[in-house]
């Protein structure tokens, strides 16, 4: 049986109180008030007016926290709102049908705990996402980034452009080929629907102005010299990029950021910026200068990768960083400007590394990310000049260079992810990788039983 605190991330607070424990049977029933029946249909208990499992709303608690009481004869589940309560019952659904008696205090250190998923270098279908955000919620990941478009992709249908989905989304699109596929508006529209209900946030990202070459196979014109362009199928970067100097750039920026922010009613749009090595860096300001004002416009708070940092960034814009080291102090000059910083360093987030020189799928250029190296770092030490009141959050980006299947997607999410996910939501002075280590061990026959396709790390002893 599982002790109190042995669940991933670990909880804020635990104090087991005694030796007693509360049996879940499969007649145990929960009662919930009517705003939280959704929540409760997560534990698969039948409802009741009295249950032994009671889900209850506190406002005088923050929004993502719970608070979990355990004895032998009930549960008391109380969060700060239905998604205090949704973190609340994944915990109890860790640790399993014995509930050790006890209880449990619980928030999140950060807000902004993300995972990404690159649907443009290969395609994944609703349901094959869909799949992904219940393996994430179960660690209390609560934004879901979609890159939906690439040098070798465009994933996602925009009216009034329809040579974007037919031609760079269509057979043979994606690295090697292989990865064709796109969202059809009502698609998006269901799997932002879908992870809303897990209370996972989508956010899409219309990558620019480089990372367009699918654009500009679609669609000439938007060229420098209006010359058709050839698909590419490699995985080089840098190459393309959109022309600030043509309104016929601007009309089809508009549009499309429009039509993404019609179909989110999350907060975030991602306007992507990175990379950009073939733009030109007065063309590179004066094309931001532009667009990063429109997802506001929209409604929308703009996020970017770091390079956007570069720019007059508008109110509330948040930076991403993605590199290893700081190639200059451009994000601590953002953050001292009072702009949040999503932290992602590509030596121990990206899921996208090898996990070793013998990894079978996975890329080197950071480096090797084995559990180890994903867990023991700290956001607020990363940066310089980027301390823990400029961090909204971590993310663990999956770029899919390498990925073929649902497989490899979760071979490279798996047993990383979860080691983020503590960094995201643990405090920082209880964080411990033995510790850590040893809970992560208890998912071994968890996911071989749900047939998930983990990575058998070396450091963790599986049971």
């Known amino acids: 049986m599982r002790r109190l605190g042995d669940v991933i991330p670990l909880p804020a607070s635990v104090r087991p109180v005694t030796d ?5 049977l499969p007649g145990t029933t929960v009662s919930a008030p009517p705003g939280l029946a959704a929540v409760a249909a997560h534990l698969g208990q039948p409802l009741a007016d009295d249950g ?12 993502e926290a719970y608070r979990l009481e355990i004895t032998a004869e009930s549960v008391t589940l109380t969060g700060g709102s239905a998604q205090g309560v949704y973190w609340g019952v994944q915990t109890l659904r860790q640790l399993g049908p014995d509930l050790p008696a006890g209880i449990i205090e619980d928030q999140p250190r950060y807000g902004y705990r993300s995972a990404m998923l690159d649907l443009a270098r290969h395609f994944f279908t609703p349901a094959e996402v869909e799949a992904h955000i219940d393996l994430l919620a179960q660690f209390k990941i609560n934004h879901l980034h979609l890159h939906l478009t690439d040098d070798q992709g465009w994933r996602l249908e925009i009216p009034g452009w329809p040579r974007l989905t037919e031609v760079s989304g269509g057979e043979g699109t994606g690295c090697d080929g292989t990865g064709p596929g796109f969202l059809t508006l009502t698609e998006y529209a269901d799997l932002v629907a879908y992870a809303a209900a897990r209370f996972v946030t989508i956010v899409p990202e219309i990558d620019m102005p480089g990372h367009v070459n699918a654009v500009q196979v679609a669609y000439p014109e938007l060229t420098a010299d209006g010359e058709p362009v050839e698909p590419r199928t490699d995985a080089e970067v840098g190459y393309s990029s959109l022309v600030a100097a043509k309104e016929e750039t601007y009309a089809f920026v508009e549009t499309v950021l429009k039509t993404v922010a019609d179909l989110t009613p999350g907060p975030y749009l991602h306007i992507g910026g990175d990379e950009c090595h073939s733009t030109p860096a007065a063309d590179y300001r004066a094309f931001l200068d532009r667009v990063l004002p429109l997802p506001g416009a929209l409604g929308k708070t703009v996020i970017g990768w770091h390079e956007i940092a570069a720019a007059d960034l508008p109110t509330g814009a948040v930076v991403q960083y993605w590199r290893i080291e700081p190639v200059d102090d451009a994000v601590a000059r953002a953050a001292a400007d009072g702009h949040q910083v999503i932290v992602s360093p590509a030596d121990r987030t990206y899921l996208d590394m090898k996990y070793d020189a013998d990894s079978p799928l996975g890329l080197d250029w950071a480096g090797h990310v084995d559990v180890r190296r994903a867990y023991e ?10 301390g823990e009141e400029s961090i909204l959050g971590v993310e663990a980006p999956l770029w899919s260079e390498t990925l073929r299947s649902v497989a490899d997607v979760q071979y490279q999410t798996f047993p990383r992810l979860p080691a983020v996910a503590e960094v995201g939501w643990s405090p920082r002075d209880s964080r411990d990788w033995e510790s850590f280590r040893e809970r992560l061990a208890a998912f071994g026959p968890v996911w071989t039983a749900a047939g998930i396709n983990f990575h058998r790390s070396p450091e963790i002893d599986w049971h």
């Open 20 to 24: 007693a424990t509360f049996r879940t």
């Open 52 to 63: 032994a499992i009671r889900l209850v709303l506190d406002p005088a608690l923050a929004s």
């Open 377 to 386: 770092w700290d956001p607020a030490e990363r940066l310089p000049g980027v």
